[in-house]
């Protein structure tokens, strides 16, 4: 039994990227990018459609349906017949942090002149993995270098 543990234990120290810390990372980016399209949906049509969300992300309608019923239960999202689906204000609450986090990290990455497409594709892979702590560093750094392009300039002909 104790035997066991420790083998287990030890086992996992070699293994940062064990299987249950993989499926839970996997289960949280779903929930953010289905909120954070959620939220740009409601913000351009009022409310987001199965059909609409399923398309943004390029995913099933059935797994959409899936994913609106978790949401429905965590208590983030609730269904309007014949409209949509729309945020709670817990939901609202996630779905704003999500877009913040979403529009810091594409501000950066503007100021260095990298196209659009390759700055969205990063920024759907990196706010994932971010901590709280090195957005608010970026957000600094970003704030600072928009309003000295003075430092901006030195920092790009320094390359
Ligand atoms: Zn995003």
Redesign the pocket.
């Known amino acids: 039994m104790f035997l066991d543990s420790l083998i287990l234990f030890l086992s996992s120290l070699g293994m940062p990227d064990a299987s249950s810390t993989r499926h839970r990372t996997s289960g949280s980016t779903a929930r953010d ?1 289905y909120l ?1 399209q959620i939220l740009n949906l409601i913000e351009e049509k009022g409310y987001a459609r199965p059909i609409d969300i399923s398309k943004r992300l390029q995913i099933s309608q059935a797994s959409v349906t899936n994913m609106l019923q978790k949401l429905d239960a965590e208590g983030l999202v609730t269904h309007v017949k014949y409209r949509g689906t729309t945020l709670t204000e817990e939901g609202m609450r996630i779905a704003r942090a ?2 913040d ?2 529009e810091t990290l594409t501000r950066f990455l503007e100021l260095f002149d990298i196209d659009k497409d390759t700055i969205y594709r990063d ?2 892979g990196m ?1 994932h993995h971010i901590s709280r702590a090195t957005l608010e560093a970026i957000r600094s750094l970003t704030n600072h270098l928009q309003k000295n392009p003075k430092t901006l300039r030195e920092i790009k002909d320094s390359e």
Request: proline residues 0%; charged residues 55%; hydrophobic residues 20%.
């Open positions: 990018d954070e999500i877009t986090r979403h920024v759907e706010e």
